[in-house]
């Protein structure tokens, strides 16, 4: 039995997409393995949850931030004035900070994570420190310490780019400025890295396109969503209305759901159905907007919990994606999707995105890309997909066989052989 120790930002009870697919990593390997978890914890205290031992962290500034949210955080209107002002401060102090800083890196906070380990490791020897990017700061403190401690193993797991993150770096000319820094730093990383596994987008990233040095370390899969899902039936939502369901976030500069609510126009007397949207992020006032063209056809839930939104998905007729502008970056709700073998139906808006390969193989899909000059056209197919696939749904196993490598035992299994070899 190894002892590991996973980085990650956010964790239970607070998930962040990221941090709930290393979760569902996490709970497979922690019935072969001892697991720690380093995280955003402004109690900065050792707890424990579900056999998993949580070590919190937290810089002076996101202490200050949560204290200053707790103490003024009540519903008043002069507390929420000060809150709104200290809040904008603290903001333009870090906003300024990250300009005119060398790199997009949190020092502080990678000073918090290598404490963290440091602590972990004298209460009982590291083998394998597992850290999950985003964020970053937790692969720079892996490092620092595998170079002072080269009798452990490091392997990063990667959701996402950070040399090449298109959001990241706030600016274009701050990404191009900080550029060569960050890829040596990055590349140094991986040199010391035992095993790296990536999703599979990051391919694409020309840290390993432009650069094979890596290949051999490379472990290379999906979001570890698949899971076969606990399936419940809302007896009361069955009828001759089709349930077309989205869950997500939805921000006008990343993922906008402007050109799926044209098409929904176009075929609002041609079909009844109700669009039930459970979002969250900058494009509310979007949707607030076409309301007045579809009445109680479009119903806004808003941001709701993990097990509401899993509840919504289970109950849905035709599930709906919307596709990232983003061209390096996949979100894992579509695997969450496939888990449930519901009709997908994805808008995207460029040929690079990986979710129209993703969905090649599955049975159940349409694929539109957002063109105002075929929108007719599109609508005329959407409806038809409609009509023809609401209901219908793909056994759990038949996904599982086509999607193995987003089950989270795939990526618990690859660290499991990895130390198996090692202990040889």
């Known amino acids: 039995m190894a002892n590991i120790v996973f980085l990650l930002g956010e964790y239970y009870p607070n998930f962040s997409a990221t941090s709930k697919c290393a979760d569902n990593v996490i709970r497979e390997i922690k019935n072969k393995h001892k697991v720690s978890v380093i995280c955003y914890d402004d109690l900065s205290n050792l707890r424990e949850h579900d056999n998993i031992n949580i070590i919190g962290i937290a810089t002076p500034l996101m202490k200050l931030k949560n204290w200053i949210n707790h103490r003024y955080g009540a519903k008043t209107r002069g507390r929420k004035s000060i809150l709104t002002f200290v809040n904008f401060i603290l903001r333009l102090i870090g906003f300024l900070g990250f300009i005119f800083k060398k790199n997009s890196v949190n020092s502080s906070m990678v000073r918090k994570y290598y404490s963290a380990i440091k602590l972990c ?46 959001t990241l770096h706030r600016f274009s000319w701050l990404k191009k400025l900080r550029y060569k820094r960050h890829e040596k730093l990055e590349k140094e990383i991986y040199k010391y890295s035992d095993k790296i596994i990536i999703i599979n987008h990051m391919l694409k990233s020309p ?5 094979n040095t890596f290949n051999n370390k490379l472990v290379v899969t999906e979001h570890p969503v698949l899971m076969n899902p606990k399936q419940s039936i809302n007896n009361d939502g069955k009828s001759n209305v089709v349930n077309l369901t989205y869950t997500g976030a939805l921000y006008s500069n990343i993922r906008r759901p402007t050109y799926f609510m044209e098409m929904l126009k176009l075929i ?27 009445n109680d056809k479009l119903v806004l839930h808003g941001k709701v919990p993990f097990a509401d939104a899993q509840l919504a998905i289970n109950n849905a007729d035709i599930l709906i994606s919307i596709g990232n502008t983003i061209k390096n970056q996949t979100p894992s709700k579509i695997f969450e999707y496939i888990s449930f073998g519901k009709p997908i139906v994805h808008i995207y808006s460029h040929n690079e995105d990986i979710v129209v390969d993703t969905l090649k193989k599955y049975p159940l899909s349409l694929c539109i890309k957002q063109d105002k000059n075929n929108i007719n056209e599109n609508s005329s197919r959407l409806l038809m997909f409609c009509k023809e696939n609401a209901g219908k749904r793909i056994p759990f196993k038949q996904c599982m066989e086509l999607y193995y490598d987003a089950t989270p035992k795939f990526v618990a299994n690859q660290i499991d052989s990895f130390i198996k070899k090692k202990t040889e």
């Not at 850290?131 to 990063?156: D, R, W």
């Not at 840290?207 to 650069?211: A, D, E, G, L, R």
């Not at 992020?281 to 076409?290: P, S």
């Open 268 to 294: 609002n007397s041609k079909i009844g159905f109700q669009m039930n949207m459970y979002s969250f992020g900058d494009c509310e006032g979007i949707l607030n907007g076409y309301q007045k063209d579809f």
């Open 207 to 211: 840290i390993f396109m432009q650069n």
């Open 121 to 166: 490791d004298s209460k009982e020897k590291i083998d394998v420190i597992i850290p999950i990017c985003f964020p970053f700061e937790g692969l720079i403190a892996a490092y620092q310490f595998k170079k002072n401690n080269n009798t452990i193993s490091m392997i990063p797991y990667l959701f996402d780019p950070f040399t090449d993150n298109e």
